[in-house]
């Protein structure tokens, strides 16, 4: 037990949303034998400038999770984070060296990048088959959270202008740097306690001069341009398509394509396939948005 002196629950003077469940914690355990180090062993350029102390690391519970990922919330040099756990396969070779490129770019990119909008570093810890990503901790959740709670229709359009802006800011920063994010959707933009809105998962971003093509994207259909599902060169321009849909959801409250698959929704974005039935006042709330932005 004395290698998993940090890994305990955040005591209660701490909010919680919940505690981990016996089969959470158990995992979450047995992940915590590669992470435990006084000072994560990183070979790599750069290495001793964003090295994760795990002596000063306290996870805490569980809030989010992905395929390979689950996202906890913790406390980092007395500071509230949230840490990112990326599990490498072990059956499968290609997917762990995929899985490890990603998170090497990821954390190059998070490094450089400084902005009221973007999300903030604060550590990494590389010791396969575990890797750790630690940023700031947004209390507020998603974006997608916050709309999912809402009627539709019923966000105040000052506060849809207001959020529109953070997100706007925050993309043109990462675009002035020549980053792309490619995953840009309401579940990667974070609210902070006074609504402010920061770009986050940079785990498929890139530079512009090295995207490429989109072989063996996985971003989400639903937000993703055209060239992206059809695995073709992108420039910025899909980022600002991405942004299109976030700004409808922004206004209506709804998901988009919520009538189709994710292959359907694809499918139509490719053919060019009208896919959403503005009503008037839909249409009118999109007049009013441009005019104000423009005023």
Same mark, same amino acid.
């Given at each position: 037990?004395?290698?998993?002196y940090?890994?305990k629950?955040?005591?209660?003077?701490?909010?919680?949303e919940?505690?981990?469940?016996?089969?959470?914690?158990?995992?979450?355990v047995?992940?915590?034998?590669?992470?435990?180090?006084?000072?994560?062993?990183?070979?790599?350029?750069?290495?001793?400038?964003?090295s994760?102390d795990?002596?000063?690391l306290?996870?805490?519970?569980k809030?989010?999770s992905?395929?390979h990922?689950?996202?906890?919330?913790?406390?980092?040099?007395?500071?509230?984070?949230?840490?990112?756990?990326?599990?490498?396969?072990?059956?499968?070779?290609n997917?762990?060296?995929?899985?490890?490129?990603q998170?090497? $770019?990821?954390?190059? &990119?998070?490094?450089? %990048?400084s902005?009221? #909008?973007?999300?903030?570093?604060?550590?990494a *810890?590389? +010791?396969?088959?575990?890797?750790?990503?630690?940023?700031?901790?947004?209390?507020?959740?998603?974006l997608?959270?916050?709309?999912?709670?809402?009627?539709p229709y019923?966000?105040?359009?000052?506060?849809?202008?207001?959020?529109?802006?953070d997100?706007?800011?925050?993309?043109?920063?990462?675009? $002035?740097e020549?980053? &792309?994010?490619?995953? %840009?959707?309401?579940e #990667?933009?974070?609210?902070?306690?006074?609504m *402010?809105? +920061?770009?986050?998962?940079?785990?498929i971003?890139?530079?512009?001069?090295?995207?490429?093509?989109?072989?063996?994207?996985?971003g989400?259909?639903?937000?993703?341009?055209?060239?992206?599902?059809?695995?073709?060169?992108?420039?910025?321009?899909?980022?600002?398509?991405?942004?299109?849909?976030?700004?409808?959801?922004? &206004?209506?409250?709804?998901?988009?394509?919520? #009538?189709?698959?994710?292959?359907?929704?694809a499918?139509?974005?490719?053919?060019?396939v009208?896919?959403?039935?503005?009503?008037?006042?839909?249409?009118?709330?999109?007049?009013r948005?441009?005019?104000?932005?423009?005023?």
């Amino acid at each position: 037990m004395k290698n998993l002196y940090w890994f305990k629950q955040i005591s209660n003077n701490v909010r919680s949303e919940r505690r981990l469940s016996l089969g959470e914690y158990k995992r979450a355990v047995s992940w915590s034998k590669y992470l435990v180090s006084s000072g994560a062993e990183i070979k790599g350029e750069g290495e001793e400038e964003w090295s994760a102390d795990m002596s000063q690391l306290f996870i805490g519970n569980k809030f989010a999770s992905g395929r390979h990922s689950r996202i906890y919330r913790g406390i980092y040099k007395q500071r509230d984070v949230a840490i990112k756990l990326i599990s490498q396969p072990e059956e499968d070779a290609n997917l762990a060296n995929f899985l490890e490129k990603q998170f090497i $770019s990821e954390v190059a &990119l998070l490094f450089h %990048l400084s902005h009221p #909008n973007i999300i903030t570093f604060v550590a990494a *810890c590389k +010791k396969p088959p575990v890797f750790c990503i630690i940023t700031e901790y947004l209390a507020g959740g998603s974006l997608r959270k916050y709309l999912h709670q809402q009627e539709p229709y019923s966000v105040p359009l000052n506060l849809v202008l207001k959020l529109a802006l953070d997100i706007a800011r925050g993309m043109q920063y990462l675009h $002035s740097e020549g980053i &792309l994010h490619r995953d %840009l959707k309401s579940e #990667n933009l974070l609210l902070g306690e006074d609504m *402010c809105v +920061k770009v986050a998962d940079f785990g498929i971003s890139c530079l512009e001069s090295q995207c490429g093509s989109a072989k063996g994207f996985t971003g989400t259909y639903r937000w993703m341009a055209p060239e992206m599902i059809k695995e073709k060169h992108h420039t910025k321009k899909v980022d600002v398509y991405s942004f299109g849909i976030v700004l409808w959801e922004l &206004l209506t409250a709804l998901t988009p394509f919520d #009538n189709m698959t994710p292959e359907q929704a694809a499918f139509a974005v490719c053919q060019k396939v009208k896919y959403l039935t503005h009503s008037w006042y839909e249409t009118s709330m999109f007049l009013r948005f441009l005019s104000l932005t423009s005023g």
